[in-house]
């Protein structure tokens, strides 16, 4: 009996090509937990098999902020160089994680998008105070962050507040927020 193809074999065998031939991960999608234990998986596994670069692929509005500082620790905790590479958008949790790279590139049609850290808040009295006070910290940290791996200060996150602010690859460059800008 000859089993017959299926979109989602073909997609595996895709995704089994761009991890282990050519050392490459995709974040297409909203940062989640799921999204985070297998970037996790694939990272640790890559780096048992050699030492060579693992590009990092991204084309994503973001997501969740804890999978975002979970998945830049993965990256800057690996033993393997890491290229960070935005190809379309790296918007909010994913503009970290496009700065995270060793080397960090941009095609010259994507675009970066850096916002204020929000939280959707469901209820309200006291859990509303430490609610906002734990969004607070994790936007003080994204900030600190950000800074450490760009040239992004104080005044650049005080001219956004209430603001998403939109960056072409030049503006990226300018900001150190990208190294190269790929197809010039």
């Not at 098999?49 to 969740?64: A, E, L, Q, T």
């Not at 607070?136 to 450490?148: A, G, P, V």
Request: glycine share 4%; proline share 1%.
């Amino acid at each position: 009996m000859v089993k017959e193809t299926t979109s989602l074999d073909i997609e595996d065998e895709i995704n089994k090509y761009h991890v282990e031939k050519k050392r490459q991960l995709f974040i297409t999608s909203d940062v989640d937990e799921w999204m985070v234990d297998d970037f996790r998986k694939k990272m640790l596994y890559l780096e048992t098999k050699s030492k060579n670069p693992i590009m990092v692929v991204i084309d994503s509005y973001g997501g969740d902020e804890y999978g975002m500082f979970a998945m830049y620790d993965i990256i800057r905790n690996s033993n393997c160089k890491v290229i960070t590479c935005c190809n379309g958008k790296a918007m909010s949790a994913a503009s970290l994680l496009l700065a995270a790279g060793d080397d960090r590139i941009m095609t010259s049609n994507s675009v970066v998008m850096i916002h204020e850290g929000w939280e959707s808040l469901e209820h309200y009295s006291n859990r509303l105070i430490s609610e906002a006070e734990e969004v607070k910290r994790l936007e003080d940290l994204y900030k600190k962050l950000m800074q450490k791996h760009t040239k992004l200060d104080n005044v650049f996150f005080k001219k956004m507040v209430g603001k998403n602010i939109y960056l072409t690859p030049e503006q990226c460059k300018k900001l150190n927020i990208i190294d190269n800008i790929l197809g010039e």
